[in-house]
């Protein structure tokens, strides 16, 4: 937020990890988070939005009526005759019924303009080029303006990030007082993120979300206390609840998934909890029949686990993210392929133990494949980039982050397959420039990621102007990404956003 005494200019907000930080009110509840659903759009959520010049007939011929400059919250303030409030907020809660919003009758100009400003048919095509941050301060510019931000449409595919200090407030006697939650209520939020909560924390949210109980669809718990009773209370009475999210919470175990886990859960992530092993997986396989996406991360799952799937989620799950799954081998592969054929989605990030083998039974029975992450495994060769692009003629995705054995040689396999769309060979060593000859032949690609490739000269990264229907170029710790380097590319692929 820009502050007129000093001159910043510094943006609301910086993404981080994908979590959007918002300013925040002065009402002692620390800050909140909202997290936009695709990462595209979480690397966009901070940047100063484009609002066309012309946004109605009635705005075109009004070049006199005062537009707040998106990049200073403060001059939206300025044009309600309020001032943005000092210090932190939480977005989505209300503000208190005592603070003073302007009406339609105080904003400065004449009855016309003052109209315009309050017109919901514009405002409700004006708001759509604000961002998630962007929009919570407009919101707190008068009334009107919060009346028609707080439609859930312009709200859709975001979730709100709550810490447990964020949940009470602390009354005059010195008591805590669990806060309303009526904003995110009316904004229509039915997905939440609660990180450090405890079993209490988690009864004293289901008892003051109006939408609790069925208009919750996915709840993400991180680095929380909750136990098996705590888990098993929340996927008890928040019935509408179909995504479940837990990292870092080792206070629950294996028992917990047992006596809680409900056939309606399509979505299931578990990671970074310490408790979770193999006979955690045989709960998921035998008590979520509907399964269609299962994210996990656990270093003590093996081999076996990946037996226990049965013929049902064979063919309803379609996604699958092994992450830093240590123990699993070629075997463990085996035992996937054949439990869940159907896989569009497969991730074997940080699964070091898998080699060309394990990649060869991939690309002979999962023809379905649309993503595949092979990141950070060591043992991959550009053997198994020749079985990748000789079966998967689907596959659209390809992520060789830290795949540190393939070389230019795997590449020319790759410029094969003309459905890739998306590259990443995030510091792969070995790639040259004569390996990226071999890509300009790709006209599929639109994204691809060169970051910390330390062999790519300027010379061979300036052939890259010949994909131009690339749209975007990933070159963070290149060396041989100059100045002189990114100025060709503004001037020869126009469409293509270069990351420096």
């Not at 901070?46 to 006199?64: E, G």
């Not at 001059?75 to 809660?93: E, H, K, N, Q």
């Not at 269609?292 to 996604?319: C, I, P, R, S, W």
Request: charge should be negative; aromatic fraction near 6%.
């Amino acid at each position: 937020m820009s502050n007129p005494r000093n001159g910043d200019t510094k943006p609301p907000c910086l993404p981080r990890n994908g979590l959007v930080k918002i300013p925040t009110q002065p009402n002692g509840l620390g800050s909140a988070s909202i997290t936009k659903g695709t990462p595209a759009m979480k690397n966009r959520l901070c940047q100063p939005s484009s609002v066309p010049a012309i946004l109605s007939p009635a705005l075109a011929h009004r070049s006199d009526l005062p537009i707040p400059s998106l990049a200073s919250p403060l001059s939206l303030a300025a044009l309600a005759s309020v001032s943005s409030p000092p210090g932190p907020s939480l977005v989505g809660l209300n503000t208190s019924e005592g603070s003073e919003q302007p009406s339609p009758e105080r904003l400065p100009g004449s009855p016309s303009e003052r109209q315009l400003a309050v017109d919901e048919k514009i405002l409700n095509r004006l708001f759509w080029y604000f961002s998630a941050c962007e929009k919570c301060v407009l919101a707190q510019v008068c009334k009107a303006w919060r009346r028609v931000l707080y439609q859930p449409k312009f709200w859709v595919g975001l979730t709100p990030v709550l810490h447990t200090k964020e949940l009470y407030n602390i009354l005059p006697s010195g008591e805590k007082e669990f806060v309303s939650l009526q904003g995110f209520a009316i904004r229509g939020f039915d997905g939440f993120c609660l990180v450090g909560v405890s079993d209490l924390d988690i009864c004293e949210f289901i008892d003051n979300y109006p939408l609790s109980k069925k208009g919750v669809k996915s709840m993400s718990l991180k680095r929380s206390t909750i136990t098996d009773a705590g888990l098993e209370v929340m996927l008890e009475q928040m019935q509408g609840v179909v995504r479940l999210e837990l990292s870092g919470c080792n206070d629950f175990t294996e028992a917990g998934l047992w006596s809680s886990l409900n056939a309606r859960i399509t979505a299931l992530s578990v990671s970074d909890c310490i408790n979770v092993a193999d006979d955690a997986i045989a709960a998921i396989s035998q008590l979520l029949p509907n399964l269609t996406e299962l994210n996990l991360q656990a270093y003590h799952v093996t081999d076996t686990a990946l037996a226990y799937f049965t013929a049902k989620q064979g063919y309803t799950t379609h996604t699958l993210r092994l992450n830093s799954c240590w123990e699993i081998t070629n075997h463990g592969v085996v035992n996937m392929v054949h439990s869940l054929p159907n896989l569009s989605v497969l991730s074997l990030s940080g699964c070091s133990k898998v080699t060309d083998d394990g990649v060869e039974l991939v690309a002979e029975n999962l023809r379905k494949l649309r993503s595949l992450d092979l990141s950070w495994c060591p043992r991959i060769t550009d053997m198994a980039l020749e079985y990748i692009a000789c079966d998967l003629h689907k596959l659209e995705e390809l992520v060789l982050d830290r795949c540190v054995r393939i070389t230019d040689t795997g590449l020319s396999y790759l410029s094969t397959m003309s459905s890739l769309r998306s590259l990443y060979l995030r510091w792969c060593c070995q790639v040259q420039d004569f390996g990226l000859k071999h890509l300009l032949s790709m006209g599929s690609l639109r994204l691809l990621s060169l970051a910390g490739c330390p062999l790519l000269t300027t010379t061979g990264l300036s052939g890259l102007v010949q994909l131009q229907e690339l749209e975007e170029l990933e070159l963070t710790n290149c060396p041989g990404a100059t100045p002189e380097l990114f100025k060709y590319f503004s001037q020869h692929l126009p469409c293509c956003m270069v990351i420096e």
